[in-house]
């Protein structure tokens, strides 16, 4: 099983709204991902997570809290975001380097509109 | 800081043809290289994975290959198929240990019947 399973497929959310995206994977990855994708552009890293602890933060604005509450799942909570964060938010996970192969695999995303 | 570059941005053939995706990246010291394909709206697709010390990996009709010294990657892709359509998209894994990618701009590839 190489899959990673976002939800929901497509969210709209208003600027006052709190919501949260969820990716699970299954894959006994310890790594795990969120970028974000703008329209005709490629992903950009945005949170690392290996081991369940927050490695990496690309300088993402505190509206955006990862969680990372279990080895199989990652959550991005939302709150008070901007029309301009509108994209398509893509979970990844692989192993960790010291495991060896390090290929990443991504979920479908999370197509988010902010009205 | 990493660069990564994909030429051409946009390619069109007719169904059957061999067709060579280029990926160039300025930091030799990668850890590996990833292909992937993106279809319109949807997440990634992993192709191949080449891992720093090897030369190239196939994966039925694809074939990537890896020059890390000139930080060069080419995908091949022979007998291409209308389903082939989508932008593929080269990824380098750098100097961290917590496979942080780099991905270039893509290269939108369209196969006609």
């Known amino acids: 099983d190489t899959e990673v399973t976002q939800t929901p497929k497509h969210l709209v959310m208003g600027m006052t709204n709190k919501k949260s995206l969820k990716c699970e994977q299954h894959m006994g990855h310890r790594a795990m991902y969120w970028y974000k994708q703008k329209a005709k552009k490629p992903p950009e890293l945005m949170f690392v997570?290996?081991?369940?602890?927050?490695?990496i933060n690309e300088s993402v604005p505190s509206r955006f809290s990862p969680e990372c509450p279990n080895s199989s799942l990652l959550n991005l909570h939302l709150h008070a975001l901007q029309p301009e964060d509108s994209a398509l938010y893509l979970c990844a996970s692989s192993h960790l380097r010291t495991v060896g192969n390090t290929e990443a695999f991504f979920g479908q995303g999370t197509r988010l509109t902010v009205v | 800081k990493q660069e990564v570059t994909q030429i051409p941005a946009a390619l069109s053939v007719p169904e059957g043809e061999n067709l060579v995706l280029n990926c160039s990246f300025t930091?030799?010291?990668?850890?590996?290289l990833q292909w992937f394909r993106q279809d319109p709206g949807k997440g990634l697709t992993s192709l191949l994975l080449?891992?720093?010390?090897?030369r190239e990996q196939t994966s039925g009709r694809l074939n990537a290959s890896l020059d890390k010294s000139s930080g060069r990657s080419t995908l091949y892709i022979a007998a291409s198929q209308p389903g082939d359509s989508a932008t593929y998209l080269c990824?380098?894994?750098?100097?961290?240990?917590?496979?942080?990618?780099?991905f270039g701009q893509g290269t939108i590839l369209t196969v006609h019947p």
């Open positions: 080449i891992q720093s010390s090897q």
């Open positions: 990824a380098v894994n750098g100097g961290t240990s917590y496979g942080k990618l780099t």
């Open positions: 930091d030799s010291a990668i850890y590996n």
């Open positions: 997570y290996s081991y369940e602890k927050l490695s």
